[in-house]
């Protein structure tokens, strides 16, 4: 069973960053593939990116080039670097899990707003 505590989202101007975080607890994440999805209000939820256990990454096209995932096993944490922010960026940011099983976080809203 895997915890996920995402954090780091709130309010920002466009072209704007953040940074969010996903804590992961009760099993290390080493031998999982880790994703940023997010939904916007009334719509499917969508793969922001996604990175394996060893590291390899991929990106919507929509995010590609502003967008960065990484992990750090030795915290058990992922992050989403976002940079050039859009208003069409604006959504709930959940973290998901999938090894033997997925796990999804509770989510963070990400408003992007002058």
């Known amino acids: 069973q895997v915890q996920l505590v995402e954090s780091g989202g709130g309010l920002v101007q466009p072209g704007g960053s953040l940074r969010l975080s996903c804590a992961a607890s009760g099993s290390a994440i080493t031998n999982y593939a880790m994703d940023w999805y997010r939904q916007i209000a009334g719509e499917h939820r969508e793969l922001v990116a996604g990175?394996?256990?060893?590291?390899?990454?991929t990106y919507a096209d929509a995010v590609r080039g502003r967008f960065t995932i990484s992990r750090d096993n030795a915290k058990n944490t992922i992050y989403l670097q976002m940079n050039s922010l859009k208003p069409e960026d604006t959504a709930v940011y959940y973290c998901?899990?999938?090894?033997?099983?997925?796990?999804w976080g509770q989510g963070t809203q990400v408003t992007v707003s002058s």
């Open positions: 990175i394996t256990s060893v590291g390899t990454t």
């Open positions: 998901h899990a999938a090894y033997t099983a997925g796990y």
